[in-house]
């Protein structure tokens, strides 16, 4: 291959190669992450700080007796 100068251009296109399977590599191992981030986050209960507040009550009608129930 190096006697018909094929030795540059092989270098160059194994390069490339290995490059890109590297790349695509990464973005498949990246996405598999955030596929599990994605369900681990939507099996998880809302948060009570996310919770709406209930009818009839506005944010001046709660005492700090009450936040500290709830946090517990």
Do not use: C, H
Not at 21 to 41: K, S
Not at 51 to 68: H, K, R, V
Request: no cysteine; charged share 15%; glycine share 6%.
């Amino acid at each position: 291959m190096l006697q018909m100068g094929l030795g540059e251009f092989l270098l160059k296109a194994a390069t490339n190669a290995f490059s890109l399977i590297g790349i695509l590599i990464v973005v498949w191992i990246a996405r598999e992450y955030f596929r599990r981030a994605e369900v681990t986050n939507a099996s998880r209960p809302e948060s009570p700080a996310m919770t709406p507040i209930p009818d009839g009550m506005t944010l001046a009608s709660i005492s700090p007796s009450d936040l500290a129930a709830a946090d517990s």
